[in-house]
């Protein structure tokens, strides 16, 4: 079946970095969906991508929806303590199919 | 006001045991889902429901039981717990069959012992 391979699995920043987050797959999907999920929370969408080659952004928040229809980058600039969670994409490949990667853990150093 | 609420938030119960959780949503939204979160955090879609009726079942055991007694609630029912079942089990609902934006409930942590 469709596989989402999200990396990488965890990431350890200091604040205010930049970080760079990626989705690919071996299958074509027609919507791509990164969401954000804060501890003992369950996951709130963050921005949603409909066609290839989209270029979205939502605050310090950038995702694009790859021209292969195969993979997604999710990017968050000048990083801060609240931006500390789980990441996930997640990707439809038909009306009632959405599968979740495995989710990009990201971490803001003291 | 809680757009999707759940209960209970932690449930911890001996294996063999039959359990509930109940799924409340006051989004107006027509459908409900059931995910599974893992140790791992892989979260996985258990069962879909569009206006009551049943619409994705994923390989999940029949152990599992999901009931919509109207569009506004999806409970998850669950048979002769297994030690495997211990996972944060997540309701969500979207507007519409086919919409992209889910709303999450905030989990319910099953612990079986």
């Known amino acids: 079946g469709q596989q989402l391979n999200q990396s990488p699995q965890s990431m350890f920043i200091q604040e205010g970095e930049d970080v760079s987050m990626n989705c690919t797959s071996s299958s074509i999907f027609n919507t791509w969906l990164w969401y954000k999920q804060d501890p003992g929370e369950g996951p709130v969408l963050l921005i949603a991508?409909?066609?290839?080659?989209e270029l979205t952004s939502n605050g310090r928040l950038t995702a694009q929806f790859g021209i292969t229809r195969k993979d997604s980058f999710l990017n968050i600039s000048a990083s801060i303590p609240s931006d500390v969670g789980i990441y996930f994409c997640a990707g439809r490949y038909r009306d009632d199919k959405i599968i979740f990667g495995k989710g990009t853990r990201l971490h803001i150093l003291p | 006001d809680t757009a999707v609420s759940q209960t209970p938030k932690y449930l911890v119960t001996q294996m063999g045991n039959d359990k509930s959780i109940k799924c409340e949503q006051n989004l107006g939204h027509d459908t409900m889902y059931w995910y599974k979160q893992d140790s791992k955090k892989f979260l996985k879609i258990m069962f879909s429901y569009n206006n009551k009726e049943l619409i994705i079942n994923e390989t999940v055991p029949n152990r599992f039981s999901p009931k919509s007694p109207d569009k506004a609630h999806l409970n998850l029912h669950i048979n002769s717990l297994e030690l495997g079942d211990s996972a944060v089990y997540f309701c969500?609902?979207?507007?519409?069959?086919?919409?992209?934006?889910?709303?999450f409930g905030p989990g319910t942590r099953l612990t079986v012992l």
């Open positions: 991508l409909y066609k290839a080659g």
């Open positions: 969500a609902s979207s507007q519409a069959f086919g919409s992209n934006e889910q709303f």
